[in-house]
């Protein structure tokens, strides 16, 4: 099956540093999710993008929907120790009543405090 | 609370023994669905259901089985575990397809 390229894969950052992760892929999508996931347990809904172009904002959180409709980025600023957690892009299509959702491997976010 | 549960969150089991994780989510969701995460490899998509009685494959399929009888429930079987298939796996739903996904909190299952 399909998957996202995300990247990057892992990365150790100092609080208070801003922080850049992205996704790429070779197919249209209609729709960009990013998810974070805690330790032990389920991915939770960050931010949704629905327009290719869209800049979206959820606090320190901000991400784009790419123009290709191919690509996606998030941006979290002023980085604190809570945003420990991996990161997961996902693109979703949907056609005739029809969704397929893939996701990215995940970007593993560790916060020096 | 609007949620998805699953049960059991933590299993271990044997190769060949049947085993079933449920699923049941309280929101009148019409879309579920079961993805299993593995390191370096994400998220991938093992069956999902767009409405009662209507399932459909994933991207990685093979040694499981669905069904959809009531609206609420989405279980996940497995007929005979193999090692492979050990995994977290995750169980969630949407409203429509193209809607916000909801995750349950995962089901750790360990095949030895």
């Known amino acids: 099956g399909q998957q996202l390229n995300q990247s990057p894969q892992s990365m150790f950052i100092q609080e208070g540093e801003d922080v850049s992760m992205n996704c790429t892929s070779s197919?249209?999508?209609?729709?960009w999710l990013w998810y974070k996931q805690d330790p032990g347990e389920g991915p939770v809904l960050l931010i949704a993008?629905?327009?290719?172009?869209e800049l979206t904002s959820n606090g320190r959180l901000t991400a784009q929907f790419g123009i290709t409709r191919k690509d996606s980025f998030l941006n979290i600023s002023a980085s604190i120790p809570s945003d420990v957690g991996i990161y997961f892009c996902?693109?979703?299509?949907?056609?005739?009543?029809?969704?397929?959702?893939?996701f990215g491997t995940g970007t593993k976010l560790q916060v020096i405090p | 609370e609007a949620q998805v549960t699953q049960n059991p969150r933590y299993l271990i089991t044997v190769t060949g023994k049947k085993l079933t994780v449920t699923c049941s989510q309280n929101?009148?969701?019409?879309?579920m669905s079961w993805y299993r995460q593995d390191p370096g490899l994400g998220l991938r998509q093992i069956y999902y259901?767009?409405?009662?009685?209507?399932?459909d494959k994933g991207d990685v399929p093979e040694g499981y089985k669905v069904s959809r009888k009531e609206k609420r429930n989405f279980p996940l079987i497995l007929e005979s575990p193999s090692p492979n298939q050990t995994s977290l796996y995750f169980c969630?739903?949407?409203?429509?397809?193209?809607?916000?996904?909801?995750f349950g909190e995962g089901s750790w299952l360990t095949v030895v």
């Open positions: 969630a739903s949407s409203f429509h397809s193209g809607n916000t996904i909801y």
């Open positions: 929101m009148n969701h019409e879309y």
């Open positions: 197919s249209i999508f209609n729709t």
């Open positions: 259901s767009m409405n009662v009685e209507v399932t």
């Open positions: 993008l629905y327009k290719a172009g």
């Open positions: 996902a693109g979703q299509i949907t056609s005739g009543g029809y969704q397929k959702v893939t």
